[in-house]
């Protein structure tokens, strides 16, 4: 876990928060035990912004990977994932431990059908 919330503490200085300065890191934790990292990276057009656990998400699902341990995510304030992370999260990594971090070291963890009980799927 330690090394997890690391890597999304190291991923926060990457991201491009130009409107909100709010950085997000992330690091995902595949199967065979590879991590992966994402950062929020904000559009002029704001809409477009993709939020730093979505980018490793599909960074990870983009090199393969499709079953995972845990993920991670560092934000500089108390705060938990948007509604649409928590879709995507439960939706491609299953119900996994998530690791959120503050800038102050303090990490609260939930199980992710915890933070989106009675998700959408299309399979039952
Ligand atoms: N953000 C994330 O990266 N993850 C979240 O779960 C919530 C929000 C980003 C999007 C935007 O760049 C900034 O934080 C402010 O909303």
């Known amino acids: 876990m330690e090394k997890l919330v690391q890597k999304a503490c190291e991923m926060r200085q990457f991201a491009h ?10 690091a995902l934790l595949t ?16 809409g477009l ?3 730093a656990e979505r980018n490793a998400i599909f960074t990870a699902y983009a090199q393969g990977h499709r079953k995972f341990q845990a993920l ?17 999260i439960v939706e491609l990594c299953g119900n996994i431990p998530v690791y959120i ?3 102050t070291g303090s990490i609260v963890t939930f199980q992710s059908y915890d933070l989106l009980p009675h998700h959408f799927t299309l399979t039952t």
């Open 17 to 26: 928060a130009p409107h909100s300065h709010f950085q997000v890191g992330a």
């Open 31 to 46: 199967q065979d035990g590879t991590i992966i990292g994402g950062c929020n990276i904000e559009s002029d057009s704001y």
């Open 49 to 51: 912004t993709i939020c």
């Open 72 to 88: 991670s995510i560092a934000m500089n304030s108390n705060s938990t994932p948007c509604g649409a992370c928590r879709q995507i």
């Open 101 to 103: 971090a503050d800038l």
